[in-house]
Every structure is written in structure tokens, then in C-alpha cells.
């Protein structure tokens, strides 16, 4: 999950494995794979980091992990 900021400045958590596509209109439009959508104030740029690093923590675990249980 990542966070948000909607357009009035709400803080929101979002599966980013549910988004379907992000539409760049003068806000950034974060459209999920129901079809209901979110208005935000981060950048696509800002999205797409913020989901990179979300995905490289998890991939950080899950190799601690397997190296703890290969001892």
C-alpha cells in the first residue's frame, strides 16, 4: 500500500496492485481496476517512485527471510 493526498489535502492508502492506469489531466488522475478513481496531488513521477520503493522493501524482506531460513 502506498499513500496519497487528495485533492483536499486527505491522506489515503492505495493497493498499488489495484491501480489501472494513471491519467496525467492537470492533476493526476489514479484510475483502479473497478473503475472508480482518485484526484492527487503527487506527480505520476512521485507515484511511480513511491510504489518502486514500496515494492523494493518488500523484495528486501523476502531476502532476509529465505537467507534466515537457509542457515
Same mark, same amino acid.
Given at each position: 500500500m502506498i499513500v496519497l493526498t487528495k485533492m483536499n489535502q486527505e491522506k489515503f492508502l492505495v493497493n498499488h496492485l489495484?491501480?489501472?492506469c494513471i491519467e496525467i489531466i492537470p492533476e493526476t488522475k489514479i484510475v483502479m481496476m473497478n473503475r472508480s478513481y482518485y484526484l492527487v496531488r503527487e506527480t505520476a513521477d512521485e *507515484?511511480? @517512485?513511491? +510504489?518502486?520503493?514500496?515494492?523494493?522493501?518488500?523484495?528486501? *524482506?523476502? @531476502?532476509? +527471510?529465505?537467507?534466515?531460513d537457509n542457515r
Open positions: 489495484q491501480i489501472e *507515484i511511480i @517512485r513511491k +510504489i518502486t520503493e514500496y515494492n523494493a522493501k518488500v523484495l528486501d *524482506i523476502h @531476502r532476509m +527471510i529465505e537467507i534466515q
